[in-house]
C-alpha cells in the first residue's frame, strides 16, 4: 500500500491532514515554512501530505520530495490511516477516527484563535485534544521526532478523548446492527 501512494518502505510515515480553512489555499507555503519543516524532519521520516478535498495544493518542490509528499488526491484517507505511524492534523475531523488506532496524534494549530474566531469548535480543544497542541512551528519538530512518547506523555487525554468520542466505537457495529435487525 504504501508503494502504491509513492511512499518508501522502511521510514516512518507521518500523516499531514490540515482541514479546509474557507478559501483555496493554493500552496502548503500559507500553513508552514516548508524548507525549515524540511530541514528538521528526522532521515527515517517522511510526511505524507493528504489535502481536504477542498484544497487544491499543486506540488511540492522537489528539492523536499525525499522527505514530504503531497500525495495523490485520489488517496483514500483511511488508506493513510492504516499505513502511517503518527498524525499531525489541526481542527480536522480526522481525529476522531485516528483516536480509534491508536496511533499519536500532533495538533498543529498554527491559526488558532483566527479559526476559533472565524468557524468554531465543538468541544474545549485545547484542554481535550488528545496530544500535544502545538502553536508554534519550532515545536512540530519537536513532537514528530518523539512521536512514540506521546501515548504515554498524554495517555489521561487521550483515554478521555476516546471515552467522550468514542465510546460507542467498539469495531463491531455491523454485527451490533444486524443482530438487532434481524432480531427485531
Known sequence: MKLAMGLPIGKKI????????D??????????NVQEFYSKIPENTVIAIKNHHYQSWKKIDKRYADKI??????TEIEQLYHISDALIT???????????????????????????????LNFDFIAEAPGPVIFQQSELSKWIE?????PNEFSNKIQSFRNKFGQYDSGDACE????KVLND
Open 14 to 21: 507521518v500523516a499531514y491532514t490540515p482541514t479546509w480553512r
Open 23 to 32: 478559501k483555496d489555499e493554493t500552496s502548503i507555503n500559507n500553513f508552514l
Open 69 to 74: 509528499i503531497l500525495l495523490d488526491s485520489n
Open 90 to 120: 489541526d481542527y480536522s475531523s480526522v481525529m476522531f477516527d485516528y483516536s480509534l488506532l491508536n496511533k499519536p496524534m500532533i495538533f498543529w494549530v498554527f491559526d488558532y484563535e483566527t479559526y476559533v474566531k472565524n468557524r468554531g
Open 146 to 150: 518523539n512521536f512514540n512518547s506521546i
Open 176 to 179: 451490533i446492527i444486524l443482530k
